[in-house]
């Protein structure tokens, strides 16, 4: 099984989804107001004018329904969270809130009581580009992956770890010189999820092949390509083999040593 995590053809597909999603949804707006001209014009539109308002509407029900579709088949957690995430940088893109309003700040916690720059970190990965898109991917991914995998049927357990990545990231964001923390939760999923695959196969850029638990430290080597700090790559990888010891190195030695009593 050759699963491409981390391949240039899967950013690709989803950009060309998106301009393709972006020309489906705009034709029919741009002859609906081709058609509300004519119309203007003339008294009576013609037979083939009203086919054209009839087919623009199908067309809007339909992109309608199918993204109504593709939404609802998302696990209800990555569904929840890509939201807010996809929310959070609309109301910031139209200037609804600031940045400043968001980033992660223990003085104005502790002091001037904003606490919800506790959770808000989390939900803000930069305005509309390239590097938004990237994160967003890797997000839903990930955390898709994750719920409909080995959390299937165990939402209340999915719910945990989420909890655990958030509380563990503030705790350490609180002594090191961080500003928003979603891309360390999304390094964790990233983790947890090679860890518990060793065994699937990836590729950088349909380049460099290896195994699904050398990927985050892939993230790490490609960071320090682009000149980026490593620290919020280093930060997640650290709290997902926190939780992944835990939560299953733990278990498998008391089954073990279960099994020799």
Known sequence: MVLSGFSFFDILN????????????????????????????????????????????????????????????????????????????????????????????PLLITQKFEIWRLLTPFFFFGTFSFNFLFNMIFTYRYCRMLEEGSFRGRTADFVYMFIFGCITTVICAWFVNLLFLGHSLTTMFVYIWARRNPYVRMNFFGLLPFRAPYLPWVLVAFSVLLGNSVLVDILGIAIGHLYFFLEDETVVRHAHRGSHL
Do not use: G, W
């Open 14 to 105: 989803s950009v060309e989804f998106l301009i393709r999603l972006a020309a489906y949804t705009t034709r029919p707006r741009q002859r609906m107001a081709k058609l509300n001209l004519r119309c203007k014009q003339s008294v009576a539109p013609p037979i083939s004018t009203v086919d054209e308002i009839n087919n623009s509407k199908k067309l809007y029900k339909m992109a309608y329904h199918t993204l109504r579709q593709e939404y609802m088949l998302m696990p209800p957690v990555t569904r929840a969270y890509t939201t807010v995430c996809l929310l959070t940088s609309i109301a910031v893109q139209l200037d609804v809130v600031s940045p400043f309003q968001l980033y992660f700040n």
